[in-house]
């Protein structure tokens, strides 16, 4: 990858074409010289063509009005074609306590991003052979034979429940239709059990099964679709399947190969430094303050459970790294981490017939028009209905302090974007995802 960056109110450009043919035919000088032309590869290809100037910088613009307006107090995006960078920038402070500025080595909490990196290693050993898609989930856990499921209130205002007709699935699992809840949102008996049971600050993964066993699923396995534990129990399985730690799991297969040097679940004291303060929105105070429980957090005698559905950490670099291993089909320098049928697998919606996805990882299209879910992903199904910009079949997700990225296949691309709010100035009508889809497809002309 050849490239300049400009960090400081500047956005990031590759080599003009003219330039890297030049390096290009410098490295031909050391070869044997043939008088038959060799097809242009992809790495040879300036991806830069395909974006104009004008617009990439109207992109940059709009990343930095969040700054600039008080939206968040630190943003960081990235903007890949093929594996040619295209634009970065730095916004803002990591600290506004110590004034420190968002820099290429912040590391920070990337919540339900974890999500499909999760998904990725599940496919790991869907690839070995050790699960099948239509498995019951109770063949990995059998503490969820016994499950009820959640069939209204009884005259006396308890829940009234009924037997789960069948386990769910695995793929069920993967695509938040098994029916588990998960204590972010609803005032209903299952997610009020969540919250009151505190499923969310289980010291480990078998306590957490433990206690997911007693609480009844929202609806029969496949009737529906709710953002859910479920990705927390794939954790589970991995350490199941595997006879290794989740954490190990994902250090040594996904981690060390895709040279995510900070991805972890907390932050070593040494680099603490590097970690971004997490802020959420005050009425009180009339704008944005610091989340102090948060500061606390993420430290290694502070994380039992090493959460699967949101509890990773890394900087940017660290994220694109797993982001192109995506676009180019389970593969990063080199190396195969997962075949490119699999990745396909993973951005396919499998959602049912009349079952949309309605909530998190679309807070500025929270009725999910035009989209499905796969494996872990986030699916646009039909880019006109979401009025994303995107190309169909792209896929995404984000975290609960506002990071977000996706990968469009069909445009050969990816966007990943950094901040750390919790929540914003409701009565505002900024939406960094949002304003990144249409500064990235406005900038790109082919």
């Known amino acids: 990858m050849i490239f300049t960056r400009f960090r400081t109110g500047q956005r990031t450009r590759v080599l003009s074409a003219v330039s890297l043919a030049a390096l290009l035919a410098l490295g031909a000088c050391s070869t044997t010289s043939s008088s038959t032309e060799t097809p242009a590869t992809v790495s040879q290809i300036d991806q830069s063509a395909r974006f104009s100037d004008a617009g990439l910088a109207q992109l940059d613009n709009l990343m930095k009005q969040a700054v600039d307006d008080g939206e968040v107090h630190g943003l960081a995006y990235v903007l890949v074609a093929g594996e040619q960078e295209i634009a970065r920038n730095y916004f803002g402070l990591r600290s506004v306590s110590q004034q420190q500025p968002i820099t290429e080595d912040t590391i920070y909490r990337v919540y339900s991003m974890t999500k499909p990196i999760t998904g990725v290693a599940m496919m790991m050993l869907w690839e070995e052979g050790k699960w099948d898609l239509d498995d019951p989930v109770t063949k990995y856990i059998p503490e969820f034979s016994d499950l009820q499921v959640l069939d209204g209130t009884n005259p006396d205002g308890s829940p009234k429940l009924v037997p789960m007709e069948r386990p769910p699935t695995m793929r069920e699992l993967m695509s938040h239709t098994a029916g588990f809840g998960y204590g972010l949102s609803g005032s209903d008996p299952v997610n009020t059990a969540f919250r009151d049971n505190q499923i969310l600050r289980s010291p480990d ?242």
């Open 205 to 446: 993964l078998d306590t957490l099964v433990d206690r997911v066993a007693d609480v009844p699923l929202l609806f029969q396995p496949g009737d529906d679709w709710f953002y859910s534990i479920a990705v927390d129990l794939q954790g589970y399985i991995v350490e199941k399947l595997s006879g290794q730690k989740f954490g190990d799991f994902l250090q040594e297969r996904i981690f060390t190969p895709l040279e995510m040097e900070d991805a972890a679940f907390y932050v070593p004291e040494d680099q603490y430094g590097r970690f971004s303060e997490v802020f959420t929105y005050s009425a009180e105070e009339g704008g944005l303050v610091r989340v102090d429980s948060a500061a606390r957090a993420f430290r290694k005698e502070t994380v039992a459970m090493q959460s699967g559905g949101g509890g990773l950490v890394m900087t940017l670099d660290d994220y694109a790294h797993f982001c192109q291993m995506l676009l180019n089909g389970g593969s990063f320098r080199g190396k195969q981490l997962v075949k490119p049928e699999t990745i396909e697998l993973m951005a396919t919606d499998v959602l049912p017939e009349g079952v949309s996805i309605w909530s998190a990882g679309n807070s500025d299209r929270r009725a999910g028009a035009g989209q499905g879910f796969g494996l872990d992903f986030g699916i646009v199904s039909d880019p006109v209905e979401a009025e994303s910009g995107q190309g169909k079949g792209s896929y995404y997700w984000g975290g609960a302090a506002g990071t977000w990225f996706w990968i469009d296949p069909v445009n050969d691309l990816y966007f990943i974007g950094m901040i750390q709010r919790m929540s914003g100035n409701p009565a505002s009508e900024y939406d960094p995802r949002a304003v990144s889809r249409v500064g990235v497809y406005d900038a790109l002309e082919d």
